[in-house]
């Protein structure tokens, strides 16, 4: 049972252009969202979280969004670069168990010159 | 300060060897993980750890044993390799604050290859 799911495998966006990687989630109990990046022979990196009580979070050219009642997240990247080629894993904390972090099987972001 | 480091980063062994993989954490860290990444199946989780001398099970434990005797190392030790665990093992460290927004700081994986 996938809890967290990002259902595209792969997305190429043109440089300059706003890359948008979407998370969908089933558990209504996730109290926070977090994004990561991944490198190829390289560890996950982490990038931006959002709580369950907000709808918007930024940190510079990133913005992750939050619709809790479609259960929806989604990763904005503006302007897209070369270096933001890379795999974006999401993932969720349980409230009340946040020893556990439950990942999605991650969107390949190619970023094409 | 070094992060998250794992030993080795690389590894050939025959059906049936055993080995031990090491993570070390110099950030006081609580909370330690092993997740293996497979081709299209993401982080699976295979065992955690929330303090020196506790251990428990991820979503795909079989085959693998974890140790924590020290707050700082986390191992995980493969009794009888099999050819389904080959792949790549990343470890990662999280400080413990009862909030779930603390990121899981990772190391840059062992690539491990089972013949």
């Known amino acids: 049972d996938q809890q967290v799911k990002q259902n595209s495998p792969s997305l190429s966006v043109q440089e300059g252009r706003i890359s948008i990687l979407n998370c969908d989630y089933t558990?209504?109990?996730?109290?926070?969202f977090l994004w990561y990046k991944k490198y190829p022979a390289e560890g996950p990196t982490f990038l931006i979280s959002?709580?369950?009580?907000?709808d918007k979070n930024e940190d510079g050219r990133f913005t992750v969004f939050l619709n809790k009642s479609a259960k929806h997240l989604s990763l904005h990247i503006v302007p897209s670069q070369p270096g933001d080629s890379a795999v974006y894993f999401c993932?969720?904390?349980?409230?009340?168990?946040?020893?556990?972090?439950?990942f999605g099987k991650g969107t390949r972001l190619h970023i094409l010159p | 300060n070094a992060g998250v480091t794992q030993t080795p980063k690389f590894r050939v062994l025959k059906t049936g060897q055993s080995m031990t993989l090491l993570c070390a954490q110099d950030?006081?860290?609580?909370?330690m993980y092993w997740y293996r990444q497979d081709p299209g199946m993401g982080l699976r989780l295979i065992h955690y750890?929330?303090?020196?001398?506790?251990?428990a099970k991820g979503e795909v434990p079989d085959g693998y044993n974890v140790s924590r005797l020290k707050k700082q190392n986390f191992l995980l030790g493969l009794e009888s390799a099999a050819p389904s665990q080959t792949s790549v093992y990343f470890c990662?460290?999280?400080?413990?604050?009862?909030?779930?927004?603390?990121?899981?700081?990772f190391g840059d994986g062992t690539r491990l290859s089972i013949l």
């Open positions: 993932a969720a904390s349980l409230k009340n168990r946040d020893d556990k972090i439950i």
């Open positions: 750890s929330v303090g020196e001398g506790t251990t």
């Open positions: 959002i709580s369950s009580i907000k």
């Open positions: 950030m006081n860290h609580e909370y």
């Open positions: 558990n209504s109990m996730f109290d926070y």
């Open positions: 990662a460290s999280r400080l413990f604050s009862g909030r779930g927004n603390q990121p899981q700081h």
